[in-house]
């Protein structure tokens, strides 16, 4: 026999041995894949569920953040259509004080109706309400409505407001009335 002959038969003899087993030898490798898969499969199955349910539970976190800061800031601002009312009231009594120092009013009524105003006043504060500083200030259309333009003299007053018509207010860190001024030109 020759050497081709031998290793001819040698082959059948592991065709044939390989045969009575029931597996050949790349089945043997697929089938020990297959039961690592299943495995992996589940793992990677579960990261994926894990990053899930985090993601899942920060979006929650978030909107409870959110919606609890939106009742902060619908709280803060739900009394200033009743602040913005009152500041009319706050107006009058600067005028009422105003007109009965220049007309020397009883001391006795000048000092009832500081008192009533500033209570009113501090009591307005306390929920917010804050003065606009305006007079002397740069005019910004954002907090103030421009009435009208004087010339100046001062070439440092020009695009600054020179007089202040009406005070403007801030509740809360938002402009709730604009301030009325005059601009120098």
Do not use: C
Request: charged fraction near 35%; proline fraction near 2%; aromatic fraction near 6%.
């Amino acid at each position: 026999m020759n050497s081709k002959e031998i290793n001819t038969e040698e082959n059948e003899k592991e065709n044939v041995q390989n045969e009575s087993s029931g597996f050949q030898p790349e089945e043997i490798s697929s089938h020990a894949e297959a039961e690592k898969n299943p495995a992996a499969e589940m793992e990677e199955e579960l990261a994926l569920t894990k990053d899930k349910l985090l993601r899942l539970y920060s979006e929650f976190d978030n909107y409870k953040k959110r919606t609890l800061r939106e009742k902060i800031e619908f709280s803060k601002m739900a009394s200033a259509d009743v602040i913005s009312s009152l500041l009319t009231v706050l107006d009058d009594f600067e005028r009422a004080m105003k007109s009965m120092t220049e007309t020397k009013q009883d001391a006795g009524v000048i000092e009832g109706v500081n008192l009533v105003y500033t209570k009113l006043k501090t009591t307005l504060e306390q929920k917010g309400l804050k003065e606009m500083k305006s007079a002397g200030e740069n005019f910004d259309p954002d907090l103030h409505d421009a009435l009208s333009n004087i010339e100046v003299e001062d070439k440092t007053m020009k695009g600054k407001v020179v007089e202040e018509i009406q005070k403007g207010y801030y509740l809360n860190g938002v402009v709730v009335r604009h301030a009325k001024v005059i601009v120098g030109n």
